[in-house]
């Protein structure tokens, strides 16, 4: 809605959180992207609304994590991920720290999100595993069976925020900074 017969840019950045939302804004207004439209999305509508920005006239799509995947997936046009850098995990990382101290932490998301997670947490003196999601995974189950083994601190992207809603459970949501978006414009 609110989106019927509107023209789009060529280049459209799908975020599904506000945060990501203004890294897109301070990027296109600091390099002067003039052909980059920013368009927020939620899971329940992300596929109508890409759809609606594609017969608007994007010619290429920039998202992330399970967005990336899906809009990957489910169209026929250039799609861009915006990868999590060590930059955007040591910001997270530096987060849990101040909030959680040395409490085990569990990474969760796809093979960019937790590639050298394992590394960054030994480095900065955190305990971690890393979880892999793939495509086929459901993320809401996988978390649960991750409480039931004694996992109470999570870190990764919106769907793991949204898996612990209801659990006794704190989640950090891995960031992708200016850099990253940057480099996938």
Do not use: W
Not at 1 to 27: C, D, H, N, W, Y
Not at 31 to 56: F, H, K, M, S, W
Not at 84 to 107: H, M, N, P, Q, W
Not at 109 to 121: E, F, K, L, S
């Amino acid at each position: 809605a609110g989106l019927q017969g509107v023209s789009m840019k060529e280049i459209v950045v799908v975020t599904p959180f506000s945060s990501m939302s203004e890294v897109t804004r301070r990027v296109i207004a600091e390099y002067g992207y003039a052909n980059v439209d920013l368009l927020e999305a939620e899971p329940g509508n992300i596929l109508e609304r890409t759809r609606q920005a594609i017969d608007g006239g994007a010619k290429a799509i920039i998202s992330r994590g399970s967005f990336y995947e899906l809009i990957k997936t489910e169209f026929d046009i250039p799609t861009i991920e915006v990868k999590v850098t060590a930059f955007d995990l040591i910001d997270t990382f530096k987060e849990v720290k101040r909030t959680v101290g040395d409490e085990l932490i569990c990474v969760v998301g796809y093979r960019n999100v937790i590639y050298g997670a394992q590394t960054i947490a030994e480095v900065m003196g955190l305990r971690a595993a890393c979880f892999e999601m793939t495509k086929q995974s459901d993320i809401v189950a996988d978390v649960e069976r991750l409480i039931e083994q004694g996992f109470r601190v999570f870190v990764g992207d919106n769907n793991v925020n949204t898996a612990i809603a209801k659990a006794p459970c704190t989640a950090f949501l891995v960031q992708s900074g200016s850099q990253a978006m940057h480099i996938a414009i």
